[in-house]
């Protein structure tokens, strides 16, 4: 069994992943389990081969047996006895199922190897999912946040709420895998704290792989959650297939997150992708960075419901973009005028990294074309031509649950990478 251990070792820095498992000993082989090989060795080989296979299904969630080769490279006969290798161990899970019209197997990760949950701590909101380790959600909760709440306070509330769910499934506390965490800003990843501060009221420097691991002894992995719509989108979402993706969040505040060579970007302290704070009006209102003209400052919530108070009176957002879709004209402008915005910020995106998409989601991706239509527009204007045409602009496909879906993703990651899964990589 992998050592457990209560926190980082003396002398070594805290880790927003811990390197700590509950996993009966012996129940996988120990190939399976990640144990040290020698370098080179047929065995060495036979082991990666089968961690590119679970990788491959963790990322897809489903992935038939000949998309497998296709994707991992190995031949389809070492992808089929690896598969009923796995299969018979609990690591995997086989089904039958059609593609193109043929019979084919469909291969997705076991779902009695564990839990993981996802944490999504949003400006005014905190959800919560449990998932099983196919990545099929079980059970999902949300409730409100008062905007000045404490981190510690939110942290163990959370806990507390993932206890609840776990038990609400007739499950132990042991069969949790993993805690992803998504919050509101940027984040360090290697020491779970948010890296600007003053962004999120009554986080600073809170570390919160250690607050949570006082409740879970699991692997914790923490992120902004710009990057876990980001890759949440990527891999089940509205740019599913594609590599090279920026993915930009827009409700109370803007944010901004890359997957480059299907990998999420961070950057030096957490902030690559930050879309929401880059500057289109040098002389622009003071934003809660502290900057001026940050494009928050046009888009996000607070402003586009500041341009209406004087002819519409108290409105929330979700009630700007139902009565734009009515045909309000006030409403429908301010939400086109957002585009354009938004658009320009899009453009610089894709003119410095070229990605194939570009994924608008959170509550304002709401407004549909009102929206997205003058972003496009602006988009295709202020990009450099090229023979592969105008980037794609859409709306994302997983709504409200995009952050909260990326949490899973993370969680599920650090699980397989640090041997809790069964598999290490």
């Not at 930009?248 to 961070?266: A, D, F, M, N, Y």
């Not at 209102?285 to 108070?309: D, K, Q, S, W, Y």
Request: hydrophobic fraction near 40%.
């Amino acid at each position: 069994m992998y050592p457990r251990r209560s926190g980082p070792l003396r002398g070594e820095p805290a880790l927003p992943v811990r390197d700590m498992t509950g996993r009966e000993p012996g129940r996988y082989p120990a190939l399976v389990r990640g144990d040290r090989v020698t370098p080179g060795s047929q065995t060495s080989l036979r082991e990666a081969n089968r961690a590119r296979i679970v990788s491959a299904v963790q990322r897809r969630g489903s992935i038939t047996q000949i998309e497998l080769a296709g994707v991992t490279g190995l031949s389809p006969a070492t992808v089929s006895n690896i598969v009923k290798e796995l299969t018979a161990v609990g690591v995997l899970h086989t089904s039958p199922s059609t593609r193109s019209g043929r019979r084919a197997l469909k291969v997705t990760l076991a779902r009695d190897l564990g839990l993981v949950a996802g944490i999504h701590f949003g400006t005014r909101s905190l959800r919560v999912a449990l998932a099983d380790a196919s990545m099929q959600v079980l059970t999902e909760q949300r409730m409100p946040l008062a905007p000045d709440h404490r981190a510690d306070a939110g942290l163990r509330r959370a806990a507390m709420l993932v206890a609840e769910m776990i038990e609400s499934l007739d499950a132990r506390r042991e069969e949790l895998l993993a805690v992803g965490v998504c919050l509101p800003a940027p984040v360090d990843r290697r020491t779970g704290r948010i890296t600007t501060v003053g962004m999120l009221r009554g986080w600073d420097g809170i570390t919160v792989p250690e607050v949570l691991g006082e409740e879970f002894d699991v692997p914790i992995a923490v992120d902004n959650d710009a990057n876990l719509g980001a890759l949440a989108e990527t891999r089940y979402g509205a740019a599913a297939g594609h590599e090279d993706v920026a993915y930009l969040r827009v409700s109370h505040g803007v944010g901004g997150g890359l997957v480059l060579g299907g990998q999420l970007v961070h950057g030096r302290a957490g902030g690559a992708g930050e879309a929401g704070h880059v500057t289109i009006d040098e002389n622009g209102p003071i934003c809660r960075c502290g900057n001026r003209g940050c494009l928050e400052t046009f888009v996000g919530a607070p402003a586009l419901l500041g341009m209406l108070a004087a002819s519409h009176g108290h409105l929330t957002l979700r009630e700007v973009i139902t009565r734009a879709k009515d045909g309000d004209p006030g409403c429908r402008r301010v939400l086109s005028d957002s585009g354009q915005h938004l658009g320009v910020a899009a453009a610089n995106l894709c003119n410095l990294v070229d990605p194939s998409i570009v994924v608008v989601g959170g509550q304002l991706a709401e407004a549909g074309e009102i929206l997205l239509g003058p972003m496009r527009t602006v988009v295709e204007q202020r990009t450099m031509p090229t023979t592969a045409g105008p980037v794609a602009v859409v709306a994302g496909a997983l709504g409200a649950a995009a952050e909260v879906r990326g949490a899973l993703c993370v969680a599920l990651d650090a699980a397989r990478v640090h041997g809790v899964l069964g598999v290490s990589v």
